[in-house]
Antibody, heavy 125, light 107 residues
Framework: EVQLVESGGGLVQPGGSLRFSCAASGFIFSSHWMSWVRQAPGKGLEWVANIKQDGSEKYYGDSVKGRVTIYRDNAKNSLYLEMNSLRAEDTAVYYC??????????????????WGRGTLVTVSS | IVLAQSPGTLSLSPGETSTLSCRASQSVGDNYLAWYQQKPGQAPRLLIYAASRRATGIPDRFSGTGSGTDFTLTISRLEPEDSAVYYCQHYANSPWTFGQGTKVEIK
């Protein structure tokens, strides 16, 4: 079955650190860019980070830049997100997502075509 | 790039047509825009990419149009299962951003 399964959420104190994991199955993980997207309770979606197939390129959202690191282990079909200096506003469901792509008239189009169910992080004392 | 969606909420009856708007603060280039559907308690689902291309398995009741800074998602012949929040998202450059969402309620 083609799926993404996140883990690593939980309750963490402000200033603490956390590592999320995402296990991929049913597709060639090493062929895809991957992404993390988060959603605070009752709020909209916020893009967090992207990573290239071989990990050589990484991009981060402004609200988390400097506090997060995205990385992957293609041998384990796994994606990770490490967050530190956690704040209350980092409380959210964190989704792992696969980035699909297609070239149309010479332009590369990207989209989040497979999502995990998410893992909830609550930052609170 | 900031994406502004309107309206915030739409309340329509089955069989009607809904029109959702997404306006970008600057051009998103060659239609680098996607739409997602999210139902309560579920992960988002890709509907549209490249502004107008339907994702695999998405019924033709869903259609996307627009270019530059103004985009529209149209849902025809509304069904009860279309009740959800719909988000637009650009991928023209980093950082990617999402609109704040439009909630579609089916009466």
């Amino acid at each position: 079955e083609v799926q993404l399964v996140e883990s690593g959420g939980g309750l963490v104190q402000p200033g603490g650190s956390l590592r999320f994991s995402c296990a991929a199955s049913g597709f060639i993980f090493s062929s895809h860019w991957m992404s993390w997207v988060r959603q605070a309770p009752g709020k909209g979606l916020e893009w967090v980070a992207n990573i290239k197939q071989d990990g050589s390129e990484k991009y981060y959202g402004d609200s988390v830049k400097g506090r997060v690191t995205i990385y992957r282990d293609n041998a384990k079909n796994s994606l990770y997100l490490e967050m530190n200096s956690l704040r209350a506003e980092d409380t959210a469901v964190y989704y792992c997502a696969r980035i699909g792509g297609v070239t149309i008239f010479g332009n590369s189009h990207w989209y989040l075509d497979l999502w995990g169910r998410g893992t909830l992080v609550t930052v609170s004392s | 790039i900031v994406l502004a969606q309107s309206p915030g909420t739409l309340s329509l009856s089955p069989g009607e047509t809904s029109t959702l708007s997404c306006r970008a603060s600057q051009s998103v280039g060659d239609n680098y825009l996607a739409w997602y559907q999210q139902k309560p308690g579920q992960a988002p689902r890709l509907l549209i990419y490249a502004a107008s291309r339907r994702a695999t398995g998405i019924p033709d009741r869903f259609s996307g149009t627009g270019s530059g800074t103004d985009f529209t998602l149209t849902i025809s012949r509304l069904e009860p299962e279309d009740s959800a929040v719909y988000y637009c998202q650009h991928y023209a450059n980093s950082p990617w951003t999402f609109g704040q969402g439009t909630k579609v309620e089916i009466k």
